[in-house]
């Protein structure tokens, strides 16, 4: 999919009878914000003050976001209770079983000569633990679990702090602009507590970005105008972000022989850091050909110092202390340098109600001047033909998504061999849809879409110098497909109606030593509804808003794609939202939101592969309720 973001101008700033050209002429002041509390202990607030005068603009936004979020704690996934049962019956007897060789029991021997703590089946097959042996081990791990680290406790905890700030300027044809961003979260949904602590304190995750920019906009001539965008960014992981891994029994974080040597569980911290810089240039030129048709055309330069494989350290300043997991030759930083040339011809017959586009766009990467993925062309192409009260629409396109510099190079315990040269995903999509229009208050759509995506992501395993091991390779194929319905209309002069209905057909298709295989894509749903009504009461001081959502059931399991979760399903839902705004004068409006207004307990799909490190279903809040205050005051 694709999201456009458009951010306020001036005159969105102000209120909207003043003209534009007004603020250019006379200097004015604007006040803009909203605040908040609301259910899981949440408060937020944004703020933004702007001012313009002749050929001068500038606004300045503070933001602020928290939350203690979804508590898990009642949830076997995430209770900070120790129970190997959650493992399976006979955890510990299957887990500490071994394969028998006589080596091994040679050296069971010398840490345990008494053979107290395991025996050996009758035909020499196996080494197996006993029963005292399964009692000290449950009794270890119950104990040192209980224990936190550092006199951290485990109780689940997942509160949010996040902060963003940005201001911009504007001078004649120049916009001069910064921001900032923090995201600082615990990471505990992702986690479970038979493999990880998930306190906030011992999972959690701080991400922060700096953003500076300059644009220039100029009209050339009537026919001709050009814009220049460029940025400088910085993305890096504040000293907060951790994971504390679990180390017992039960869970395989200590083998057989270790418990033998009297080793006891333990909780392990892994720090994180992650620096990357970034600049980009784009600059845009339109040129107006004749009242029929005209050309736009573009070049974007990108160049970026990115880091490849996470830094990490069982101490705190991982960034100082820390190393790759395997250690990276050559260094753990790579030269990204990507150049882009595009363009699109535009033709618009109004009188035969008939617009066709047709662009390009090629796309060369290099990595350290050695690596990348080449050089990529993608076409896209569209037809409009709006006759009557009818729109008909068809688009092809082709797209690629680049596998990330940590996919290409970075390598863990289970993936020892890195690849350089991951081509990139593509995607060739194609779409068609049709609108009816009898009225202004009413209308009705239809759209197929058609997807078929290649080289996507996935790990193979693979021989190095005699050791199994995987490596990332671009080896997926994936179809989806599917309709769309659309309809809204007005059944009284303050009441509409909205609803959608999709239905989709997700196919993954996987190679094998036994040929290609269709495999339905897990955690997507055949079908999904969306329909609403919106009234206005009170001469439209009073606002009512009413939502649906429906979602099916979501396969998963052995025959789906994500085939390392245990339920064959993620069950369906139906969720019902409101909204009630009520504008107490032209500058200030109070408004009440509740989410999942029926109280209404489901579960979305997990992730990754869903498969026990991380839980397979994560259980979403119930009943929400947020009071918000929205003010616009401008002189």
Known sequence: ???????????DYFKQEKAL?????????????????????????????????????????GRVYQSDEHDLSSYPDWDSKWSANEFGPNRYQNILTQDYTAAKEAAYLASDPGRKYFTVNADRTKILPTAAAISRADSLD?????????????????????????????????????????????????????????????????????YYYLRYDKSLSERISFSNFTYFRTSDFGKESVITRFFGFANAGIPFQDFLKGRNPFYLPTYYSQQSKQFRSESKMNYVINEKLDFNLGVELRNGLLQGDYVNSTVEDP????????????????????ISVYGQLSYQDRAKKLNISAAGRMDNNKINSIYGYGTVFNP???????????????????????????????TSSARLVNNPLLEPERVKNLEASARF?????????????????????????????????????????????GVQFVGETKILEKVSLFANFTVLDPTRISTGTTGAKEVRIG????????????????????????????????????KTSVSGSPFSKTPGYTMINSAVSYNINKSIMFQVITNNLLDLEYVTPGVRAASGVQSSRIPQPGRTMTVRIIANLAK
Do not use: C
């Not at 694709?2 to 001036?10: P, S």
């Not at 609301?38 to 703020?47: A, C, E, H, V, Y």
């Open 142 to 210: 119950q104990a040192n679990y209980k224990k936190g680290y550092n006199g951290i406790g485990t109780q689940y905890s997942d509160e949010a702090n996040n902060y963003y700030f940005s201001s911009k300027l504007r001078v004649g044809d120049f916009k001069f602009g910064m921001e900032y961003q923090k995201w600082s979260e615990g990471v505990a949904p992702i986690y479970i507590d038979k493999y990880y602590a998930v306190s906030k304190e011992l999972a959690h995750w701080e991400v922060r970005q700096q």
């Open 319 to 338: 960034i100082t202390n820390g190393v790759t997991v395997n250690g990276i030759k050559g260094g753990n930083y790579y030269s990204v340098l990507d």
């Open 1 to 11: 999919g694709v999201v456009n973001i458009i951010t306020k101008n001036e005159g």
């Open 437 to 481: 229009k009898p009225s202004n208050n009413t209308f009705l759509e239809i759209a197929y879409f058609n997807a078929s995506y290649s080289n996507t992501l996935g790990t193979v395993n693979i021989d190095t110098l005699g050791t199994r091991t995987t490596q990332f390779r671009a080896i997926g194929k994936s179809q989806i497909q």
């Open 380 to 410: 896209r192409l569209s037809v409009v033909y709006y006759p009557g009260k009818f729109i008909f629409k068809t688009v092809y396109s082709e797209a690629f998504l680049d596998a990330s510099v940590y996919n290409k190079f970075s």
């Open 21 to 61: 050209n007004s603020i250019e002429k006379t200097s004015r002041l604007a006040v803009n914000g909203h605040g908040g509390l609301g259910s899981l202990n949440t408060r937020f607030g944004d703020l933004t003050v702007s001012g313009a005068g002749r050929d001068i603009f500038f606004a300045v936004t």
């Open 523 to 558: 955690d997507i749903s055949n079908f999904s509804v969306n329909a609403g009504v919106n009234a206005k009461f009170i001469k439209d001081k009073l606002n009512l808003n009413l939502r649906a959502n429906f979602v099916g059931d979501k396969p998963t399991g052995a």
